[in-house]
């Protein structure tokens, strides 16, 4: 299989594969679809030591180098997953918090290895792109209230109650 022209790489503790492991289990179209071994011993590591787990989140290719403890993950980049109902959505929030994760506002939450997810339903984008008058200000004002997305309030919040 030939390397794909853009693939977000990510840096990991040593837990590379571990952490795409986890990812594959939760997420649609998501796999682990290599794991790259050391040749030989380097500067902090033996031969055999994962390098590299090449892995695909719902249908975004990526790679996991297991650099060391040098660069962390922050929000300034996250995974952003469109989800079509409460249940999909609790699914994915349910899986990310409950395996060592963190809540945060808005949909955001991040996941036991410092990655940052917005797990977010189809209804609110949707809202917030509409072009009626006030549906996106109370969509809006309604999410700012939420860590994880209720699907009922935001849809309330839309029909003006």
């Known amino acids: 299989m030939g390397t794909t022209k853009n693939t977000i790489c990510l840096w990991f503790d040593g837990d590379a594969e571990e952490a795409a492991e986890f990812y594959a289990s939760v997420f649609p179209d998501s796999r682990v679809n290599a794991v790259n071994r050391a040749p030989g011993d380097y500067p902090d590591g033996k031969a055999g030591d994962v390098l590299t787990v090449d892995f695909t989140v719902c249908g975004i290719p990526c790679v996991g180098l297991n650099g060391g403890d040098?660069?962390?993950?922050?929000?300034?980049?996250?995974?952003?997953?469109?989800?079509?109902?409460?249940?999909?959505?609790?699914?994915?929030?349910?899986?990310?918090?409950?395996?060592?994760?963190?809540?945060?506002?808005?949909?955001?939450?991040?996941?036991?290895?410092?990655?940052?997810?917005?797990?977010?339903?189809?209804?609110?984008?949707?809202?917030?792109?509409?072009?009626?008058?006030?549906?996106?200000?109370?969509?809006?004002?309604?999410?700012?209230?939420?860590?994880?997305?209720?699907?009922?309030a935001i849809e309330k919040a839309v029909a003006g109650g």
Request: net charge negative; proline share 2%; aromatic share 10%.
């Open 70 to 152: 040098a660069f962390h993950h922050s929000e300034a980049f996250s995974f952003q997953v469109a989800t079509d109902d409460q249940a999909e959505t609790d699914r994915y929030w349910d899986a990310i918090v409950g395996n060592g994760g963190q809540e945060s506002n808005c949909g955001w939450c991040k996941d036991r290895w410092g990655l940052s997810w917005q797990i977010t339903p189809r209804a609110l984008t949707e809202a917030m792109s509409s072009a009626e008058p006030g549906v996106a200000e109370r969509a809006f004002a309604a999410m700012m209230t939420m860590n994880r997305i209720d699907i009922a």
